[in-house]
């Protein structure tokens, strides 16, 4: 079945720095991909997505880009701040399916 | 600008017990889902609903039952609650049609069984 795998955490970082959080998917097909984003004591909410292959998803200075040849889709920011202190998934969707895959989450701490 | 709400937030629960969370959105979602999320384990689907009267299984179904009566509500149930059901519990909803892949989740309800 589809998978989503992604860079363990914490993830600990000092303020202004560069941030990447590695993510793989296993699918048959053609699937979005989407970076979704947990707040402490929030629900999920949707960073940015990419519908198809070279697709680039951006939003609130996050980036990451489809690679279908290497099944990735890394998130990546070039200056983070304290306010990006948060547990980030990645995960995957079909058009025609019902559901969307999660990966195992990361937990980014970032210090002042 | 409610989006989709969950009661309670939290409960104790001792093993035996039941318990129904109460998940109801007001933005005429066509589609209904309930996750557990645990430490490592990101999220993982317990049962969904494509429309009002509809429900099916996600990945980790057992010990839960789920009912959407109404559009606008999904209830998920613990018949006989384990402390294996001990987590972080969300609902979301998202339009019907193609799958755009974007969910509106809940706060989440923490629900702990001794």
């Known amino acids: 079945g589809d998978s989503v795998t992604q860079m363990e955490g914490p993830v600990t970082l000092s303020e202004e720095a560069f941030l990447t959080i590695n993510c793989t998917y296993t699918?048959?097909?053609?699937?979005?991909l989407f970076w979704y984003v947990q707040y402490p004591g929030e629900g999920l909410q949707l960073l940015l997505k990419?519908?198809?292959?070279?697709d680039k998803g951006s939003n609130k200075g996050f980036e990451a880009t489809y690679r279908k040849e290497t099944t990735s889709f890394h998130l990546e920011k070039g200056s983070v701040q304290v306010s990006d202190s948060a547990v980030y998934f990645c995960?995957?969707?079909?058009?025609?399916?019902?559901?969307?895959?999660f990966g195992g989450g990361t937990r980014v701490l970032v210090k002042p | 600008n409610a989006g989709v709400t969950q009661t309670p937030k939290f409960r104790v629960l001792k093993t035996g017990q039941s318990m129904t969370l109460l998940c109801a959105q007001d933005?005429?979602?066509?589609?209904m889902y309930w996750y557990r999320q645990d430490p490592g384990m990101g999220l993982r689907l317990i049962h969904y609903?494509?429309?009002?009267?509809?429900?099916a299984k996600g990945e980790v179904p057992d010990g839960y039952n789920v009912s959407r009566l109404k559009k606008q509500n999904f209830l998920l149930g613990l018949e006989s609650a384990a402390p294996s059901q001990t987590s972080v519990y969300f609902c979301?909803?998202?339009?019907?049609?193609?799958?755009?892949?974007?969910?509106?989740f809940g706060e989440g309800s923490r629900l702990t069984v001794l």
């Open positions: 609903s494509v429309g009002e009267g509809t429900t």
């Open positions: 990419a519908t198809k292959a070279d």
């Open positions: 699918a048959t097909g053609y699937p979005s």
């Open positions: 933005m005429n979602h066509e589609y």
């Open positions: 979301a909803s998202r339009v019907g049609g193609t799958n755009t892949g974007e969910l509106f």
């Open positions: 995960a995957l969707s079909k058009a025609a399916g019902n559901k969307l895959t």
